[in-house]
């Protein structure tokens, strides 16, 4: 799956999760990455507000997302 910034500079990562679609809601997203369950260019992201910039990774539940401008 892909995901594309539209010329904005980052997003934040619970954000895309809810925009992905693979969290319902942003307590779903925050419990997520609390729990160690999402990964950041391979290594496990625990910063909810983490910047997502162009050029990323996201893994979660062996799901894909790769940011693009």
């Not at 693979?22 to 307590?27: C, D, F, K, L």
Request: charged residues 35%; glycine residues 10%.
């Amino acid at each position: 799956m892909e995901y594309a910034l539209n010329g904005t500079e980052f997003i934040e990562l619970v954000k895309l999760l809810k925009l992905a679609r693979i969290a319902e809601s942003g307590g779903q997203a925050k419990l997520m990455v609390e729990d160690g369950e999402v990964k950041r260019n391979g290594e496990v992201e625990l910063r909810k507000r983490a910047k997502i910039r162009a050029g990323e990774t996201i893994e979660i539940f062996g799901e894909q997302i790769k940011i693009t401008e």
